[in-house]
């Protein structure tokens, strides 16, 4: 578990989720050209499977590693004997606080290697952005979310998301935004208790 | 009244079916239903849940964010004295509701709670 300074972003991992499947696939295309030329089960092996897989690795890899890396995030905290009764999974991050304690941990999608539970006290603010936009009929919503800064690195963890936008008023935008105040209460309230102790 | 009027009225909650009179709105009480929050509602329709989870609040600003609230009416037949509970489960949003179905109890099985 680390209590230094917060990244969210892996850019060591990041890059090379990115750029080792397209390495291998253009490996494999080469293999497939050179020793392959006139087809056969190396061709297919090398010019489809190999970029299948890596095409399967950018859809699928990020989400199976960030879902082991919650499973063992969940484990951890079990381990340092952390209340994670207060969780909330979002789509690139997830929150999970121990009111009593004043800890607060983190685990980012596009980090999931590192596991950051740190004081409450060094949250400096948290908000709810509800992401209204558009104007008449057309003001709605696509993204409901509550943000805070830990060490002046903001953090936003997604309640609502949408590729349309939604009406204020509807139930779904009303529960995102209601989840949203709830966290922010609560890491408002740990945050107080965080400073006292 | 005619036939289709009294079948119609038959499914609203003021009205007594034994009397066939509309019934007289006799309170109303807004409570707070701690055990649920945002995210998590499930409808009961068991009366004893309610007796153990609902608590009265003076106004909606006492509901904290996240928790569900419930807005109730009590009618009472003027011809048997029967009362009947409505309840309106809600997760209140800032100055907005979002509204789950309503639960009416037709046998005074909420009677105790009013008397909280």
Known sequence: MKTDHVKKVNYVYLLAYILVPAALAALGLWIGYTFYHDGGVGAVIFDMCVPILAILWWVFGGRIIYSIAKKRMLKKLDEAEIDRRQIFYSDGCVVSMDIRQAKVAMLFFWNPFALYVLPAGRVTR???DDGAGGVGILRGTSRVSFLFEVDGVKIRVNTFV????????????????????????VLEQARQQGAEV | MGLLDGILRRRQPDWCRECRLEME???EQLFALPCMSVGHYVEHTDPEFYQENLYAVAQRADIPPGMYACAAIQYRCSGCGKRVT???????V???EKREGSIVFRNGELD???RQ
């Open chain 1, 126 to 128: 948290a908000w709810t």
């Open chain 2, 112 to 114: 105790d709670v009013w």
């Open chain 2, 94 to 96: 800032r100055d907005q």
């Open chain 2, 86 to 92: 409505v309840l309106n489960p809600f997760l209140p």
């Open chain 1, 162 to 185: 949408s590729n349309q936008r939604w009406k204020l008023n509807d139930d779904k935008v009303l529960e995102g935004i209601s989840k949203a105040d709830l966290w922010v209460q």
């Open chain 2, 25 to 27: 709105e006799s309170g």
